[in-house]
């Protein structure tokens, strides 16, 4: 995934190569000087559990506002 041009410098990261690698292959490159109980498999689930962490509470705050905004009684008049 990581090229490194003739001077040296990094290579910019196309998704063609992303697709070319896989989506295992990236976990296991990530896990690959890790100690055992990091396998690639456990990045895997912590991954998945990120973004579960940080998409469950926008969508969760979306259906609270979308519920109370129709529960909401209609607003009276100012001075009636």
């Given at each position: 995934?990581?090229?490194?041009?003739?001077?040296?410098?990094l290579?910019?990261?196309?998704?063609?190569?992303?697709?070319a690698?896989g989506?295992?292959a990236v976990?296991?490159?990530?896990?690959?000087?890790k100690?055992?109980p990091?396998?690639?498999?456990?990045?895997?689930?912590?991954?998945?559990?990120?973004?579960a962490?940080?998409v469950?509470?926008m969508a969760?705050?979306v259906v609270?506002?979308?519920?109370?905004?129709?529960t909401?009684?209609p607003?009276?008049?100012?001075?009636?």
């Open positions: 995934i990581i090229g490194h041009r003739g001077n040296g410098a290579a910019a990261l196309h998704i063609g190569e992303f697709r690698v989506f295992g976990f296991e490159r990530l896990a690959a000087n100690r055992a990091i396998s690639p498999r456990v990045l895997i689930v912590l991954w998945i559990l990120y973004l962490g940080t469950l509470p969760v705050m609270m506002a979308l519920r109370s905004k129709r909401r009684p607003e009276s008049p100012i001075g009636h």
